[in-house]
């Protein structure tokens, strides 16, 4: 079984920052990707921020030179700062690894959410 827990969402007003932190555990063999995915109310989840285990990153054009993904494949930690929130920001940000667990078995696990509203 592999977890994966995430944390740091909250309110903000627009132009502030924030920090997501998602920590994947259980019986993981790897994690060749990680990444940051959002949905907003009424709208289909989308990438927002995803890097590799040879820390290739690819980024979605409405969050580029602000958001910036980092990972610590030691640790299976990755996080996503952000910064210059927008109200448009607003979403649930999920979590996602996929690799393959202690029995070779491939994976692609999603976190349970972590609500981002960005306000005045």
């Not at 132009?15 to 907003?40: D, V």
């Not at 927002?48 to 980092?70: E, L």
Request: positive net charge; aromatic residues 8%; glycine residues 10%.
């Amino acid at each position: 079984q592999v977890q994966l827990v995430e944390s740091g969402g909250g309110l903000v007003q627009p132009g502030g920052s924030l920090r997501l932190s998602c920590a994947a555990s259980g019986s993981i063999f790897s994690i060749y990707a990680m990444g940051w995915y959002r949905q907003a109310p009424g709208k289909q989840r989308e990438l927002v921020a995803r890097i590799t285990s040879a820390d290739s990153t690819n980024y979605a054009d409405s969050v580029k030179d602000r958001f910036t993904i980092s990972r610590d494949n030691a640790k299976n930690t990755v996080d996503l700062q952000m910064n210059s929130l927008k109200p448009e920001d607003t979403a649930v940000y999920y979590c996602n690894a996929a690799g393959r667990d202690s029995r070779s078995r491939v994976f692609n696990h999603w976190g349970q959410g972590t609500q981002v509203t960005v306000s005045s």
